[in-house]
């Protein structure tokens, strides 16, 4: 008796602590870039991230390493191969002047473009909180709006995640808003993937949006089973 209720006691101190749920170890971290304060930012062009191999390219930057996002893009080059299920996840906070925007996800075309004009499933937030998803860049010019009024707080910090599904012959996309699902999104004709990456806009006079936390993308094999189980959809979502 004594052994069993030792071993429950471990057992209930290992999922506490998330031991029991920690990821797949066929988990690889293909990149991820810290943003931490610091006393001299630099811009994140021409720089390697925290982890991975390649460097940021853009053709207009703007964004530091401390997480300020002026007007401007960065991207690490990416291409994904079939049967991966890959995860992208940055902090993005709800700030910036009115009409900005800051954004992630992943790019087709070169680096010197921007993911709303060749865009392949990125999501932005904006400083009154609105949420949107775009999911093949101008294909959908507009975007596909996440609930029709703010869904998140006004300069609060939330974690965006997109998870890239290529283990079938058309290619899914889940989006994630602090681990809810908001849309799954099946792509007619799979996307040339390039570059996966941040963006954010706003005007060189005016407030900068912020990135917090780590950007990070992963890969594993699909079929290998995941930790998150999808949430119901909450907060006003469509």
């Not at 429950?8 to 293909?30: C, F, K, M, Q, R």
């Not at 006393?39 to 053709?59: A, Q």
Request: proline letters at 6%.
């Amino acid at each position: 008796m004594n052994k069993l209720i030792t071993l429950t006691s471990i057992l209930i101190a290992l999922a506490s602590h998330g031991v029991l749920g920690a990821d797949s170890p066929d988990t690889t971290v293909i990149y991820s870039q810290d943003f931490t304060p610091t006393e001299n930012p630099r811009d994140l062009n021409h720089r390697r991230p925290t982890k991975g191999n390649g460097g940021w390219v853009s053709n207009y930057s703007g964004i530091m390493n401390d997480g300020l996002a002026k007007f401007g893009y960065c991207y690490l080059p990416f291409t994904p191969v079939a049967g991966k299920i890959y995860t992208l996840s940055v902090d993005m906070v709800a700030t910036g002047a009115d009409g900005s925007w800051s954004a992630m996800g992943f790019q087709t075309g070169g680096s010197e473009t921007a993911f709303n004009t060749s865009g392949a499933g990125w999501q932005l937030v904006n400083p009154g909180g609105m949420m949107e998803l775009r999911s093949e860049g101008k294909a959908i010019a507009n975007g596909t709006q996440i609930g029709d009024a703010p869904i998140v707080d006004p300069d609060s910090t939330n974690t965006f995640t997109i998870e890239l599904n290529t283990a079938g012959d058309k290619w899914v996309e889940t989006f994630r808003l602090d681990n809810v699902v908001m849309k799954t999104h099946t792509y007619t004709t799979n996307p040339d993937i390039q570059f996966v990456g941040l963006m954010s806009f706003s005007q060189p006079d005016k407030k900068p949006g912020k990135f917090s936390g780590t950007f990070s993308l992963t890969e594993k094999p699909a079929g290998k089973p995941g930790t998150e189980k999808p949430a119901e959809k909450t907060g006003g979502a469509q």
